[in-house]
Structures are given as C-alpha cells and as structure tokens.
C-alpha cells in the first residue's frame, strides 16, 4: 500500500494548513507587510469592503437554498 503522508487523524503532516494556526498568521502578516512596503497590496475603499461583504451574502443565502 502507499504512504500518503497522512498521519493518525487523517490530516496531511505538510503544508501551510497544517501549521499551527499561530504560525500561519505570522506568515500571512509578512506577507502582507511586504506588499504594503512594495506598493502592491490592495487596500479596499469603504464601498469596495461593502460591495464585497454583499456578493458574499448572496453567495451564502444561495447555498443554503440549494442545500435545503
């Protein structure tokens, strides 16, 4: 049978998602620093985050039709 690096639990003992969830914010907030030095990072206007939060709930409210 072949190994699929999986431990006892079922979850892979590689990757990002693996970490512990202290780490991977550490990581993420790096990466974000280094965007804003770099002039990359996006940085939503109040009507942008509005926009977004919106189509999220109409994503939502869609999937849970389907699932009913």
Known sequence: ?????QGSQGKSNRG???MDPERQRQIASEGGKAAHEKGTAHEFTSEEAREAGRKGGQARS???K???
């Open 1 to 5: 049978m072949a190994s699929n690096n």
């Open 16 to 18: 990002f998602a693996s």
């Open 62 to 64: 869609q999937n849970r």
């Open 66 to 68: 389907k699932s009913q």
